[in-house]
């Protein structure tokens, strides 16, 4: 089993900035993408960014020019660096990875969820 533990949530003005880190720890194997997610109050699940094992990155159209996604393949770590939030951006947000075990195929494993919540 893998564990997912994010943190950096909390509350910030519309126009800040906050940083969410998310770290994998257990059977870790080979993990391919790793990224994001967010739900916000009513809505469904919306991907947000990804971060490919080789550093490519790719964002929803929400988060282009805003948010940053980056990883550090040593530690099994994901960053999402969010900048100019927006109320709308409020939501519960998920970090997933995408591991390749030794037999089998890929499978997904998500964190808890950390709350950010802009305020206008």
């Known amino acids: 089993q893998v564990q997912l533990v994010e943190s950096g949530g909390g509350l910030v003005q519309a126009g800040g900035s906050l940083r969410l880190s998310c770290a994998a720890s257990g059977s870790i194997f080979r993990i391919d993408n790793m990224g994001w997610y967010r739900q916000a109050p009513g809505k469904q699940r919306e991907w947000v960014a990804l971060?490919?094992?080789?550093?490519?990155?790719n964002y929803a159209d929400s988060a282009k020019g805003r948010f940053t996604v980056s990883r550090d393949n040593a530690k099994n770590t994901v960053n999402l660096q969010m900048n100019s939030l927006k109320p709308e951006d409020t939501a519960v947000y998920y970090c997933y990875l995408d591991q390749i075990p030794p037999i089998g195929g890929s499978r997904r494993y998500w964190g808890q969820g950390t709350q950010v919540t802009v305020s206008s």
């Open positions: 971060i490919t094992s080789g550093g490519s990155t």
